[in-house]
């Protein structure tokens, strides 16, 4: 079986209650505050072991993160590669309107002190088959990717937060992409997902390429295949992890061996339970959710 490492963010989230996102020169005022516990990494680290996977994650926190280390042990997550850094703990201010929509402002702290010893150090128990999960909120991921696919790894990348310096990865190491349409348009110029998907095949070819589309599902491109799957009836709360938990869930199931429309449909469901729920990693379901509950598609 193969053995997952996520080399990623830890955050603490802010969360505000807001009547409209804040718009440029406005003071608003916030109904509550709350604080979770966060970043893609640890979401999408979460996301696997509540999935009933096995995964370890790898990055820094300030001598305000223990509680994230200890968010992760409890989830059932390896905590041996998560170290202290004299930089203060990443953090995010989020926007949370009544329609459950999000606008997100991070600050990266000690998620972007990873330096090349770090990465070697993570991977060096690691080895062919196995699968390294990446996302845009630590530093070194282009010398993570390299490394990784050198030991014969497989590499799952979510490019967010978007940035330049996405363009100068060494984006034909990836093997497996899970991005949404912000995302997939930045990186093609493109703005229809079926001409984003199209796009990404073509300047990827092999790769597995996931288009999540919010409500109106996902698509997925895998050589001259394209599979598609929808929505789930829910009442939305608050779609901060949604993406991670679709990350994480979808990861985990194809390692477990599903096909790859299984696997969709597996990490939809997920994703549609976390969307109902406020929060970030506290919204992420476990498996039994996810197999045992009743799940209406949207029509």
């Not at 280390?69 to 203060?88: C, F, N, Y």
Request: net charge negative; aromatic share 8%; charged share 15%.
């Amino acid at each position: 079986m193969p053995r997952v490492l996520n080399i990623g963010s830890l955050n603490i989230d802010y969360v505000y209650a807001v009547p409209h996102f804040a718009r440029a020169g406005e003071t608003l005022s916030s109904t509550s505050r709350q604080i979770f516990p966060g970043g893609k990494g640890l979401n999408q680290s979460i996301a696997v072991a509540r999935a009933g996977g096995e995964v370890t994650h790898a990055g820094m926190v300030g001598d305000d993160g223990d509680y994230l280390i200890k968010q992760l042990r409890d989830a059932g997550v390896d905590t041996g590669l998560v170290v202290q850094s004299s930089h203060p703990t990443g953090h995010t201010m989020i926007q949370v309107t009544p329609e459950g929509e999000n606008s997100i402002i991070l600050y990266p702290g000690a998620n972007h002190q990873l330096d090349e010893a770090f990465i070697d150090r993570a991977l060096a128990s690691f080895g062919k088959g196995d699968v390294l999960i990446l996302q845009n909120e630590v530093s070194r991921i282009a010398y993570a990717m390299q490394s990784a696919k050198a030991k014969g790894m497989i590499v799952a990348f979510n490019p967010s937060p978007f940035s330049p310096d996405i363009l100068r990865y060494p984006l034909g190491l990836v093997d497996w992409w899970l991005l949404n349409e912000i995302e997939g348009g930045l990186l093609t110029g493109q703005a229809d997902p079926d001409a984003i998907l199209n796009t990404m095949g073509t300047l990827y070819a092999g790769s597995v390429i996931i288009l999540t589309l919010g409500k109106e599902g996902v698509l997925c491109r895998f050589g001259p295949n394209t599979y598609r799957h929808g929505c789930y009836r829910t009442h939305v709360q608050d779609t901060t992890a949604a993406g991670d938990t679709f990350t994480g869930y979808y990861i985990n199931a194809v390692i477990k061996g599903k096909g790859i429309q299984d696997a969709l449909r597996l990490a939809s469901i997920a994703a549609s339970v976390s969307v109902s729920r406020k929060g970030a990693s506290v919204s992420i379901p476990h498996w039994d959710e996810v197999v045992n509950g009743t799940h209406v598609p949207l029509a």
